[in-house]
């Protein structure tokens, strides 16, 4: 079946630092791979995405690249801000079979940005 | 504005007694779905619906049930409560299965003691 791991948390840094949060994936198929972020108090809503090899997503100056070799999918900013602090989900949608159109989510990273 | 609609926000709950979560969505969109938010578990998939009148079960369906009687509600029933179905619940739908982009509701907080 498909699954996503993500980096323990929760991840602490001060503003303007770089972030890398890993993932990797394995699936059946041949998925599309996503980040989705909740902030305090809501629901999660869709950062960035990539469908197929080497396609890089970005969105609020956050990255990831879709590594097939690798099976990974990792987030990476740049400077971080305090408004960035979120639970950031990795997550991917198998393209058939069974788990076709269905986000299979991983455990979620907490995020903390210190002024 | 256009979205999804879920109510009620959080609920204390008796363990045994039934209850409805509600979720509407006004974007016509054909699939929604049903996810629980547990620490350290991320999300979930219950039950999902490709389409009006069709109903499917997900990873976690145990002691929920869904119906989906028209494009707009997707309504989630625990017909009798337990506590490991506290949780956080998200209802999200796409504009079609497959569709790439999903839009969460702001969830539902529910605690059976």
């Known amino acids: 079946g498909n699954s996503v791991t993500q980096m323990e948390g929760p991840v602490t840094l001060s503003e303007e630092a770089f972030l890398t949060i890993n993932c990797t994936y394995t699936a059946t198929g041949y998925p599309s791979l996503f980040w989705y972020v909740q902030y305090p108090g809501e629901g999660l809503q869709l950062l960035l995405k990539?469908?197929?090899?080497?396609d890089k997503g970005s969105n609020k100056g956050f990255e990831a690249t879709y590594r097939k070799e690798t099976t990974s999918f990792h987030l990476e900013k740049g400077s971080v801000q305090v408004s960035d602090s979120a639970v950031y989900f990795c997550a991917l949608s198998d393209r058939g079979g069974t788990s076709y159109g269905k986000l299979t989510f991983g455990q979620g990273t907490i995020l903390t940005v210190h002024p | 504005i256009a979205g999804i609609t879920q109510a009620p926000t959080s609920q204390i709950l008796a363990a045994g007694r039934r209850m409805t979560l509600r979720c509407t969505q006004d974007?016509?969109?054909?699939?929604m779905y049903w996810y629980r938010q547990d620490l350290g578990l991320g999300l979930r998939l219950i039950h999902y619906s490709n389409t009006a009148g069709t109903t499917g079960k997900g990873e976690v369906p145990d002691g929920y049930s869904v119906s989906r009687a028209n494009t707009d509600d997707f309504p989630l029933t625990l017909a009798s409560a337990v506590p490991s179905q506290t949780s956080v619940y998200f209802c999200a739908s796409s504009v079609r299965q497959g569709d790439l982009g999903y839009t969460f509701g702001s969830g539902t907080r529910l605690t059976v003691v």
């Open positions: 974007m016509r969109h054909n699939a």
């Open positions: 990539a469908t197929k090899a080497d």
